[in-house]
């Protein structure tokens, strides 16, 4: 029974991957035919500035939403399962924060010392990548030497606070244009990944998703305890840095590419958990996965404002859909409590 309703729940989900991403391909600021969607779609002739868009833009656009919303939530489903606290996420080990850092660095970093920034999105790219993996490299350290997750989870929000603050000291001195280049990076996009750059994102999220994927059964383990998991022979430090690694790789490609999309993975492996009602990580991984790929497709095609030419920032819409979903739990756990 439980089986075919996952069967169901997965093709739910599937379609409905299907389904957001035509949509997002069909709507936007500039209006593009309904047919020429679907002769494009199955590889015929359409006019060459709608052929154009569409494969230019909008489908590197709903290619990076998948990869995005996937990465976000399954590195979330890993977080809240080793730290054992459902409102952890992606970010609360300071990665989004060290890519943050990284993009500070690069926008205003140059201009505070009077030189002119050089190179275009790929080097904010790379700059938000570096910067992750500075914090990933400093995390994974301090997690083979600390015994105890509560206390490597306030070691990991401080060096995110200590990040934060670093950044605001660059927002400081940075120029005005610099300044307003940082700001709208932080609104967060899903149109500045180009064809170009897909193979390299697609390759980030795909080893970050192929470590999740070797580690379900320690996941489902460690869910239980760590205590538990020692008995039965699982090596947990060694368990727990390569889930970190993925999730870093996850969370951090995410924002490299997309700037910060806040919530997503929060909320998301909840919604997995609440439609599949299981603990079972062979489950929920997937399912998180599909979730957080509709997810992040709906926030971008309601950002279009379909039939206006303006777009809205894709970091509100992800935390006003978020949000609820989190107080929802909040109150959930206080009635428990009470």
């Known amino acids: 029974m439980q089986q075919r309703r996952n069967l169901i729940l997965f093709v ?15 709507l936007g600021s500039v209006s593009v035919p309904f047919s020429d969607v679907i002769n494009y779609l199955l590889g015929g002739n359409i006019e060459s500035a709608n052929s154009s868009i569409i494969h230019f833009f909008r489908v590197p656009k709903v290619v990076s939403a998948i990869l995005a919303g996937s990465a976000l939530a399954v590195s979330g489903l890993q977080m809240q399962t080793i730290f054992r606290n459902p409102l952890a996420g992606p970010y609360v080990l300071g990665i989004s924060s060290g890519a943050s850092l990284g993009v500070a660095t690069v926008l205003m970093g140059a201009s505070a010392f009077g030189i002119s920034f ?5 080097s904010v790219v790379f700059a938000a990548l570096a910067g992750s993996f500075l914090v990933l490299l400093l995390i994974l350290s301090v997690s083979l030497r600390v015994r105890d997750i509560m206390t490597l989870l306030i070691l990991g929000m401080m060096f995110g606070a200590a990040v934060s603050a670093i950044t605001s000291l660059l927002q400081y001195f940075g120029s005005e244009s610099s300044l307003k280049n940082y700001v709208i990076w932080t609104m967060g996009s899903l149109g500045g990944v180009g ?13 970050g998703l192929l470590l999740s994927v070797i580690f379900v059964r320690p996941l ?7 205590a538990y998991a020692r008995n039965l022979g699982f090596n947990v430090k060694r368990v727990r840095f390569l889930i970190f690694l993925s999730t870093s790789v996850l969370a951090g490609a995410a924002t490299a590419f997309n700037g910060p999309i806040a919530f997503v993975g929060i909320a998301v492996p909840h919604v997995a958990r609440m439609l599949f009602r299981t603990s079972n990580h ?3 991984l997937p399912g998180s996965a599909l979730a957080g790929a509709a997810t992040l497709l709906l926030c971008d095609i309601l950002a279009q404002l379909p039939g206006s030419a303006m777009v809205l920032p894709l970091n ?23």
């Open 316 to 338: 509100s819409i992800a935390s006003l859909m978020g949000i609820p979903i989190v107080i929802y739990i909040v109150l959930k756990n206080k009635r428990i409590v009470s």
């Open 282 to 284: 062979a489950v929920l």
């Open 118 to 122: 050089l190179g275009g999105q790929i």
């Open 220 to 226: 489902n383990v460690i869910a239980v305890g760590e």
């Open 195 to 207: 064809r170009e750059k897909l193979w390299l994102y697609s390759l980030l999220v795909g080893l």
């Open 12 to 26: 739910f989900l599937t379609l409905s991957v299907l389904i957001l991403s035509f949509l997002s391909i069909l």
